[in-house]
């Protein structure tokens, strides 16, 4: 994207505070920072590392993971706002030579300094706590790092509790006592979705499991009990109790809505619903929906809790056990009100944006 003098509005307009780009020559990669909110203390959001078909949908990325953070953090309890960064590659992160991708990092931390503390960043779809460690050299505000290095470690083991919790509630919303015996599809088998599969398998559930990676799918297979393969392009059109998306957004649209067979939706990606008219959707067909912002919040829970507020490891664990009973509280309050559990979660997050969170 060139940006001219004779230019005034480069980017489309957004409800966000900040959205701010560099570009990195001898990487060829460009760092996007999308700062959502700062209300209720720093943005923090983590980075997120793809090519992507042109430098606007990348912005255009950050900015809908950055909304979707404020959220996430309000209902959360946690004294920090939303934010999302994405490190836009020129080509598939495995066809990158080491150095251009050291480089890339290092281009990356540096905008971040640049900020001064507005927004914090972790491990996201294309980075890990190796990654982390690199840009905690030449930046302040990253977290998530190895424990070798002084950090909290994955916060993987912490967005995988707090998902499986929000399928141990939406599926007794749906009438379910329990997991045992319903057929639960996982989408997407990477740090989190194993996780998540490996324990609603080891709670009795029939597991069926999607990934564009077949080694990924292997593993999956060799899990205690049934564990049924789903091609990925048959994942919403599959039959199943419960539906949880584990890689990247988007994945049910209005369209899709309409005729997914699917009971319950948790979600365990960020941005699962493609847009505002697939939430109504499900709602009207009564289809049970964990909102993402809520379900997957265990790793912000983790990264904040321990590297910021001090928390220990069972603190952590406990607070992401707890999404559980924070949507039986959604749930409840949809219900009475006869609204989608995905405005009565948006409303609550909106609600805790003008109240002090507890710390």
């Known amino acids: 994207m060139t940006v001219t003098a004779l230019d005034p509005h480069p980017l489309p307009p957004w409800p966000g505070e900040l959205t701010s780009l560099r570009h990195d020559e ?23 590392a793809m090519a992507y078909p042109a430098l606007p949908a990348a912005v255009a990325d950050a900015r809908r993971l950055a909304g979707a953070m404020t959220l996430k953090v309000a209902v959360a309890g946690l004294p920090m706002g ?9 080509a598939p992160r495995h066809r990158l030579h080491d150095d251009t991708w050291c480089r890339a990092l290092e281009a990356h931390a540096r905008h971040i300094e640049l900020l001064r503390g507005t927004y914090w960043t972790g491990p996201d779809i294309g980075t890990d706590t190796a990654d982390m460690d690199v840009l905690r050299r030449h930046t302040t505000y990253a977290f998530g790092r190895s424990e070798a290095d002084g950090g909290s470690g994955t916060s993987a083991e912490a967005t995988a509790v707090g998902v499986v919790a929000a399928v ?3 599926v007794r919303e749906a009438g379910h006592p329990g997991l045992d015996g319903l057929r639960i599809l ?3 088998l990477g740090a989190v979705g194993m996780r998540v599969a490996r324990t609603v398998s080891a709670s009795g559930a029939h597991l069926l499991v999607a990934d564009v990676d077949p080694a990924r799918v292997e593993r999956a297979v060799g899990l205690a009990g049934a564990v049924e393969v789903v091609a ?9 109790d419960a539906l949880v998306p ?37 709602a009207a067909r009564g289809v049970v929906v964990a909102p993402d912002f809520v379900a997957n919040a265990g790793g912000a829970i983790h990264l904040v809790g321990r590297e910021v507020l001090g928390w220990s490891a069972e603190r952590v664990r406990e607070r992401a056990e707890a999404i559980e009973g924070t949507l039986a509280e959604i749930f409840a309050d949809a219900r009475a009100r006869g609204v989608g559990s995905v405005r009565a979660a948006l409303e609550r997050a909106e609600r805790s944006l003008v109240v002090e969170p507890a710390a």
């Open 82 to 90: 939303g934010g999302k960064s994405v490190l836009v590659l020129p």
């Open 246 to 282: 584990c890689a990247v957004g988007g994945l049910i649209d209005a369209r899709v809505a309409r005729t997914l067979p699917a009971a319950v939706v948790v979600g365990g990606a960020n941005n699962v619903l493609a847009d505002d008219e697939a939430a109504d959707v499900l």
């Open 26 to 48: 001898p990487s060829g990669t460009w760092s996007v920072i999308a700062v959502h909110s700062t209300r209720l203390g720093p943005a923090v959001g983590g980075t997120r």
């Open 186 to 188: 996982v989408q997407g």
């Open 168 to 170: 141990r509630a939406a």
């Open 232 to 240: 990925p392009e048959e994942v919403v059109g599959t039959p199943c």
